[in-house]
């Protein structure tokens, strides 16, 4: 596939990466339903890693094992499938080829809990480059204890993944003793965590959709002006804040919830000029075809949005 007018320009924000790099942020924005038009729709499956087998995948029992997912993603036509390094190696030698890959290098699980997050690095970026992968995966904690650790830690990574081809997906979920619950998804917050992970050299930035919420008081004032009533004005602000609109932001589907409310949220975010979604309870937890035909219709949403945005600019 040549790629599209839209891809070019996205790849021309990524000029300072080496070739290999941009032809795996290539590869991502080229593969699935959504070929071409510069958004992105990927299925995440680390939750067993972060939630508990049961509590992830009992709701939906073939769900428990991870070509499910793999099938899931092609069906479907995700972009991407991006998981830990167990569920990869289960799987992938019987799918080579059929979609690009993410290895989430560090995951944490929910059988301690503490209010400063950390993360263990669970792979590396030879088993990315092993397995195929297009990009690397990694989460940091904004506001946790361990934070400044993270950074270095991805910094370093990032780096050992720039250098061997890959692309760079930074998930960036704010959480911390001085961050309230509201917070975690207060909009000041979110679009401070996004800039700190294109700060941190991510290609593709991951969050979750921001609320209304201010939490610093010091960023009240710099709101006075910005608006921030609407789902669309907060995503907005979230990619604005990634070097206005220069790198890749994408948006979490978050717990589970009605087809309509999933749909909604999804129109809010192209409304705004997020560039896709990252959903897996949304689609892994319901039933195969339920699943694929949400996933498809979260991709049609997109792809009309970027349709709109090529007549307009043409």
Known sequence: MHNSE????????????????RTNIARLLNHGRLAGTGRLVILPIDQGWEHGPARSFAKNPIAYDPR??????????????????????SAAAAYIGELPLILKLNNNNSLFNDKSPDQAVTGSVDDALRLGCAAIGFTIYPGSAHAQAQYEEIRAIAAEAKAKGLAVVIWSYPRGPQISSAGETAIDVVSYAAHIAAQLGAHLVKVKPPTAHIEQDAARKAYDDRPVDTLADRVRDVVESCFGGRRIVIFSGGATKGEADV????????????FGSIMGRNAFQRPRAEAVKLLQDVMDVYAEAAAAEAASEG
């Open 6 to 21: 839209r891809v070019r320009e996205i790849l021309s924000w990524y000029d300072c990466d080496n070739v290999g790099v």
């Open 68 to 89: 499910y997912h793999f099938e899931l993603a092609i069906e479907s036509g995700c972009n991407a499938y991006a998981a830990p390094l167990g569920a990869l190696e």
């Open 263 to 274: 749909l909604d949220e999804v129109r809010q975010i192209a409304a705004g000029g997020g």
